[in-house]
């Protein structure tokens, strides 16, 4: 009885368990099919992904190609522009220098050409002194106070005007040069000083007397100083000339009076006058309002201003040189 108890236990337990393993085969085969599928899923969205990856690679490939030859012809333009450049400099530079070149010898033109106009239209006559012939303007007396151009010093001077006159039956003379200075360490700036000497003369000797100067040697805008006349008199008729010289100078960028500088030596004293210059400036001006601030804005050198004989000559000296 018992071996058959234990018999018909052991069927229903093997029943069981097979029934059970059954269904545990049942729930893996489901759960494997439904990992599958997804698997399936996933795979086929990595695929479309890549896919589209590999397209967008394939354009951005396509583009990068593109902007590197885009940039290789960008980088050779460069290139060819900056040799460009660099010729157009090399050019320029070379332009500027011929003008420099050529801005000297205009100017020194220009001095020549107005020294030349003063002496055609005053000549030789008397109270104007007399010329110094052209033969011994380059002896080496005149190379001693000029320098010509293309110096080593980078400066270069014009004869202005030399004139010869006697005082008190000595032979003496006046020399009047103007010389370009540089003023920075390019040498592409250009100032003018004029410089005034007076020598005497003894026995062909030039011995010197007096030296000044009138200066304009740095100026951001348009400059210039030039020699306007030279008169002799003796006003006080003591034997000593005066002798008057007469120039303008300016530094400005408009179209205003420029400065008339009235130079008085008598006997190694120099005396100095102010008044402005205006030819040129009708058209700008009034021009009685010029002639007006020229006469009532002179200003006498105080030892020349105690002398209504000495004011009279520098006012007419004012109107000779304005035109009126």
């Given amino acids: 009885m018992k071996v058959v108890f234990v ?45 589209s ?64 106009k003063k002496m055609n239209s005053s000549g030789t006559c008397l109270g104007q002194g007399s010329p110094i012939p052209e033969r011994i303007m380059n002896t080496e007396f005149y190379k001693k106070y000029y320098k010509v151009k293309n110096s080593s010093e980078n400066v270069y001077s014009v004869l202005v005007d030399s004139r010869m006159y006697r005082e008190l039956g000595q032979n003496k003379m006046i020399l009047i040069i103007k010389d370009y200075l540089p003023y920075d360490d390019n040498k592409e700036s250009w100032g003018q000083e004029l410089n005034y000497y007076v020598f005497n003369i003894d026995n062909q000797t030039f011995l010197p007397e007096k030296k000044w100067s009138e200066s304009i040697l740095e100026c951001p805008v348009d400059m210039g100083i030039e020699h306007l006349d030279i008169q002799f008199s003796d006003i006080n008729r003591d034997g000593y000339v005066e002798l008057w010289l007469i120039n303008e100078a300016y530094c400005k960028g408009d179209v205003s009076p420029n400065q008339m500088n009235i130079y008085t030596y008598e006997h190694s004293k120099l005396f100095h006058s102010e008044s402005i210059q205006f030819t040129g400036l009708e058209d700008y001006y009034d021009i009685e309002e010029l002639k007006k601030e020229a006469l009532e804005g002179i200003s006498f050198d105080p030892k020349l201003n105690q002398n209504d004989t000495y004011r009279q000559y520098i006012i007419e000296l004012v109107k000779k040189n304005n035109g009126f």
Avoid at 23 to 49: F, G, M, P, V, W
Avoid at 89 to 112: P, T, V
């Fill in 53 to 116: 990856l590999e397209r967008k690679n394939s354009v951005l490939s396509g583009q990068h190609k593109a902007a590197q030859e885009q940039i290789k012809k960008k980088s050779q333009a460069i290139r060819d522009k900056t040799e460009t450049i660099k010729t157009l400099n090399a050019s320029n530079l070379e332009l500027m220098q011929e003008r420099k070149e050529l801005q000297k010898q205009i100017n020194a033109l220009s001095d020549s050409i107005r020294m030349l």
């Fill in 7 to 51: 018999l018909v236990l052991a069927c229903i337990t093997s029943s069981i368990f097979a029934q059970s393993k059954k269904d545990q085969i049942a729930a893996l085969t489901l759960r494997l099919d439904s990992l599958s599928r997804e698997y399936i899923k996933d795979t086929a969205q990595l695929n479309h992904t890549v896919e």
